[in-house]
């Protein structure tokens, strides 16, 4: 990624391309010599991280990368292209560099102040607008709503909902607002900052309820992967002592604010779903309902009715 007039720099602190002669730094070279140097770096999906990176840089999507092979970036590109590289294997997330994440057949901003959106949550996602779809007019609560893919996504494909979202983080919530203007959808969503049903009126019912909570035990927090421990906000991720807490919290509170016989849709962790669905068994309000698996066949979302 040095300038192609030059020889290629081979300083440790400044991670260039190995060659020992002069290089055309193409668009396809250097997708090739990035994969190649965050495989090595241990980055999952390294050819996929390189070109979102490199379309950031050159303001163009991904699958333009492909018709464009034998251009050759300037050399303020190729400097700030190896800029988010040196960043990115320092333990940087790629959609924090890049300022957004694909989700449900849109695009989010996501800063710091967010969590990621994972592919995971689309199927929560998914099989909300399934309960959604025969329903005139839903009333729909997304309780923790981070960067706003949950709510935003609902009310994008349900056009006739009405749709809250809440967050403890007023941070979070300014990302969530204009990912909504973004998309079309904010006059549909109520934004509220508090802790669960702090911000919502007493009294106010809705049809679904839908949650992607904390759910990391604390002693596993360690553990994760550098770019989510280090980068992601850790109030998004730390579901206490066992990473069950909130849904404690949800199943003790969330029945008030629900209509008789609506649903209430949560996103678990690997492993997770008898612990939650037992805590729910506890309490006459709920009936446990179906489960369902996301795209690698791990069960990721559970639901619950709301009974008389």
Sequence with gaps: MADSSSRVSTSAS????????????????????????????????????????????????????????????????????????????????????????????????????????????????????????????PRVWDIGTGSGCIAISIAHQKKDALVTASDISPDALEVAQRNAQRHGVAERIRFLCGDLAAPVPTGEVFDLIVSNPPYIAQGELAHLAPEVRDHEPRIALDGGADGLAFYRRLAMSMAPYLIEGGYLLLEIGAGQKDAVQNIFAEFPHWQIGPTFKDMAGRIRVVSFRRQA
């Excluded at 193409?26 to 010599?33: E, G, P, V």
């Excluded at 050759?72 to 300022?99: K, M, S």
């Excluded at 998914?126 to 025969?134: C, F, G, H, N, V």
Aim: net charge positive; hydrophobic share 40%; aromatic share 8%.
């Design 14 to 137: 400044t991670p260039t391309p190995a060659t020992s002669g002069e290089t055309t730094w193409t668009i396809q070279a250097l997708l090739n010599w990035t994969t190649d140097y965050l495989q090595r770096k241990g980055i999952e999906s390294p050819r996929t991280e390189a070109q979102i990176l490199l379309a950031y840089v050159l303001g163009c999507k991904r699958v333009d990368l492909l018709v464009r092979y034998d251009e050759v970036p300037t050399e303020a590109q190729r400097r700030q292209y190896r800029e988010l590289i040196q960043r990115r294997v320092a333990g940087w997330p790629t959609a924090y560099l890049v300022g957004s994440r694909d989700f449900y057949l849109l695009t989010f901003e996501v800063t710091p102040a967010v969590l990621i959106p994972r592919p995971d949550t689309e199927t929560l996602v998914l099989e909300a607008l399934k309960l959604l779809k025969p329903m005139k007019a």
